[in-house]
Structures are given as C-alpha cells and as structure tokens.
C-alpha cells in the first residue's frame, strides 16, 4: 500500500483528483503536515517545511504504481527531504 499526503490540485474535489486519484485511492483521510504553504502564480500551492499546519488529505492506494504518474505530474525527480511530519486530524 501507498500513502501520500496532498494539499492542493489532487486533494479531492480539486483540479487533479479526477484524473489521478479517482477510483484508484481506497481510503481518503483528512490530514495535517507542519510547514509553509504558498499560493504560486502559475496557479497551484507549494509548501515548505515549516511550524504551521498545513491541511490536507492522505490518500491511500492499493497499487504503489500510481505513484509513477503523481511523480510525473509533480515533476519529482529526486528523493524529498524526510522530516515532515503528518498528523491526522482528531
């Protein structure tokens, strides 16, 4: 199983989820990450590592493949810093 933390076009509801996620997360679960969120002016958000709250969604899916079409959507081509730490709300 995969899990991803989204905060902005592919969070459900939003641009993205349709495309990427609909149908292919089994679980949706409303979420927070500390760190900095920005609205960018090509139009989606991005977020820094921080000490505010950045609400968002875990998405859990059975097949990790679909990670391969988040990375090309996000442009990811190398590893993220590890040290965000996410918590579901309560």
């Not at 990790?64 to 996410?86: I, Y």
């Given at each position: 199983?995969?899990?991803?933390?989204?905060?902005?076009?592919?969070?459900?509801?939003?641009?993205n989820y349709d495309r990427y996620c609909a149908g292919k997360a089994i679980a949706e679960i409303p979420a927070f990450?500390?760190?900095?969120?920005?609205?960018?002016?090509?139009?989606?958000?991005?977020?820094?590592?921080?000490?505010?709250?950045?609400?968002?969604?875990?998405?859990?899916?059975?097949?990790?493949?679909?990670?391969?079409?988040?990375?090309?959507?996000?442009?990811?081509?190398?590893?993220?810093?590890?040290?965000?730490?996410?918590?579901?709300?309560?």
């Amino acid at each position: 199983m995969l899990t991803v933390f989204v905060y902005g076009t592919l969070k459900p509801g939003e641009s993205n989820y349709d495309r990427y996620c609909a149908g292919k997360a089994i679980a949706e679960i409303p979420a927070f990450a500390r760190g900095n969120l920005y609205a960018l002016p090509l139009g989606y958000p991005a977020m820094t590592l921080g000490v505010g709250k950045v609400w968002g969604v875990l998405l859990i899916f059975n097949d990790p493949g679909v990670l391969t079409s988040l990375d090309r959507l996000e442009d990811c081509q190398k590893p993220q810093p590890k040290g965000v730490r996410l918590e579901r709300e309560i």
